[in-house]
């Protein structure tokens, strides 16, 4: 690929390190890279490895140097035709996100820190069409504080050079010019020297000033540059006039830092320079501006990771403390001091290689959306996207990438309400949900219209979206395009005319697949329809990673984590949830009293209720009243499909009435108690061999919790059952996306 980073500028620091670590690696892979920036020290490096530089000043916000960075770029992404565009800051991501609608350019963002927010900075800000965060807690914080959607976020670690940074890299001159002498203990600290992250070498200055005054000998440098630097030196200069020698020295900017770190006995610091020590077998204290973790160990990791190695939300570092450190590193047994050099080399070699987050950049590559690269799709998709309805959402997302696994390069068009939102988020092209001529056109050249999603042939609520559907379907088969009917819920179907129509439609399509049996009963009494059973494919969505399950539990207060299990303890503080998702029916009143007697008394038995309003506009207020009724539970935050099945993974059982809270349960393993407002609720329990199911209009608390209770006593026996049965329908979902890629020809 070709590949534009863009970024303020290449001199010392963790994100720009991150930045060229990353080019080499792709250069490496046979990638053609181009840096533009206002330049800096890795320009030397990046342009040895045949990485191209262009100058431009993408470290200023004055108008004049904005505007000409904008012409520099515009020039750079016509002439060259990138195939990736890729901003590592805010000034260069937004000038980038005001070239992408005229440039049409695949828009990569990576976010390295977290900011203090401007309201024209948030107004500004320009994410692309897929962001990668350098931790969790970034990744939380581009969510929380942009209202970017989480799934377009993805997590990189900062990766290093293992064989760059190793204990055996040649340090001579290095160790020669700056005192590092045998018999004498050196600490390093390589950090920007800038008030936001100079804190680290400010506190090595006055522990070092303690340790000489107690009579320890001990020799200190500190690499690095910045707004604090005239600061930090006149300090250095204070000490060194009291102790009578050359106590502390100062380097300033280095490209050889590996040399450096190969050359110190301790590193003192945080971030990427913490991760290159490790990777050098150095012993490493975590100490920043942003807290203290101390001697780092093994037993820290869960908490550096979080962090990022930055010691975020830990407590804060003093002087006392890191003087302490030091010396017991100094005073450390030979032996016990290999031990922890060891293990963290080997820490870097597993999690942090720079192979490993070269990987994950190209995986987010491979992702992004066409953004019109193509004008016309092989596969037209229909149905209810772009209302922000969970269930539709994880329908599509699953349905298109089965379809891109099937068939590789395949060219899906997605028709809806939102058409810039769903190209961004699901990688396809999109177009108005209400453009019919345009609709037609698309038709004359694609290989098949999928009305996937729900239950689109029904006028139980209104014969308006059945209307749209069916024309839509026979707008397909007018042009020439197969029709698929993929995993459709049919009915109820009221109307006479509209029946015949529906026969009409499913009896011309080329292929007919149901997501419960009642659908396919509905079918088998209508002549001339050749359907197949077959399910929704959300049953194929996985829970979010671990470390972001944590996360998302913690931000929701399911789980404090004081005593450390992991879930998986029995611990007696630790508490035990169930899942509650409600949506308003007509009798409402009865169902806050019921569904509120019945969690009141799960909350006397010690069982914790959660709410999930998977449609928030709607469902919030019925959750609330529930709530206030019960007298306690918490309600969620706003989840994805993926993130809300790894918390339900969290939760003893689930007690929904929409039908995507039943399947995401069911994906994630956990037994469901239906409140069946509507036939299909009823239906999928039934397909999923499950019992548990309450009427909404007659339903009772004790009928819940006589539910529940045999749910709990029998839990394994009932789970390892649900897991069987999701495992065969899953196998139905896969053979949906396999039909519809065998209509699309296969391309040489």
Known sequence: MKIL???????????ETHILELCLALRRMGHD????????????????????????????????????????????????????????????????????????????????????????????????????????????????????????????INGIDTVKFSPDTPCADIAESFGMKSGVKTVLCVSRIDTDRSLSAFLLCDAAFELFKSGRKLNVV???????????????????????????????????????????????????????????????????????????????????????????QTRSA?????????????????KELAVIAGENRELIKQVYSVEHMADDYLRTYSELAPYET???????????????????????????????????GVKLCVLSKTPRKTAQIYGVMSIGRLRIIKIYSLMRSASLLISGGGSLMQDETSSRSFIYYTVVMRIAKLAGAKLMIYSNGIGPINNNSNIKTAQDLLTAADAVTLREPS???????????????SCDPALLLEPCGKKREELLLKKCGICDFNCNCNFNCNNSEYKKYFAVSVRSCTNKRHLVEELGKFCAGMRAKGYEPVFFPLQRKADMGISMRVQKAC????????????????????????????LHILIYASAAGKNAIGIAYDPKIRDFLEYIDSSFCVMAESFTANELTEMSEDIIIHKNEYEQKLTGRVRELKKLAVRDARTAAEFVPAKD
């Open 222 to 312: 500190i690499v690095g540059a910045g707004s604090d630097y005239k600061k930090l030196n006149e300090k250095v200069r204070e000490i060194n006039e009291c102790t009578g020698c050359e106590l502390i020295k100062l380097a300033g900017s280095h490209t050889d830092i590996n040399k450096f770190i190969a050359a110190c006995d301790i590193f003192v610091g945080v971030s990427r320079a913490a991760l290159e020590a490790m990777s050098a077998a150095r012993p490493v204290i975590l100490a920043g501006n942003e807290g203290y973790l101390g001697i780092y160990r093994k037993e820290l990791f869960e908490k550096a990771y979080d962090g990022n190695f930055c010691c975020r």
């Open 374 to 408: 193509f004008k016309l799709p092989d596969i037209v998709i229909s149905g209810y996207y772009g209302f922000g309805n969970m269930g539709d959402d994880s329908f599509l997302q699953v349905m298109v990438r089965e379809i891109k696994k099937a068939r590789p």
């Open 5 to 15: 980073m863009a970024t303020n500028g290449l001199d010392i620091g963790g994100a």
């Open 318 to 334: 003093s002087v006392e403390e890191l003087a302490r450190d030091i010396e017991s590193l100094m005073d450390m047994p030979d």
């Open 631 to 658: 007298g306690g539970g918490i309600i969620a935050k706003e989840l994805t499909a993926g993130e809300l099945i790894a918390v339900l993974k969290r939760m003893e059982f689930v007690v929904g009435m929409r």
């Open 519 to 533: 659908s396919y009963e509905f079918c088998k009494k209508l002549p001339g329809i050749k359907a197949e059973l």
């Open 33 to 156: 890279i181009t840096v533009a920036s206002n330049g800096g020290v890795y320009e030397a490096d990046l342009a040895s490895a045949g990485v191209r530089c262009v100058r431009l000043p993408l470290n200023s916000k004055k108008l004049k140097d904005v505007f000409a960075s904008r012409a520099g770029l515009a020039r750079l992404i016509k002439t060259e035709r990138y195939d990736i565009v890729h901003a590592h800051a805010r000034i260069p991501a937004a000038i980038l996100g005001s070239l992408r609608r005229s440039l049409k350019f695949k828009f990569v963002t990576t976010a390295h820190w977290v900011f203090n927010l401007r309201p024209l900075w948030r107004l500004l800000a320009n994410w692309g069409d897929r962001c990668i965060a350098v931790s969790e807690d970034i990744k939380q914080y581009v969510i929380d504080e942009y209202s970017y959607y989480p799934d377009s976020v993805s997590v990189t």
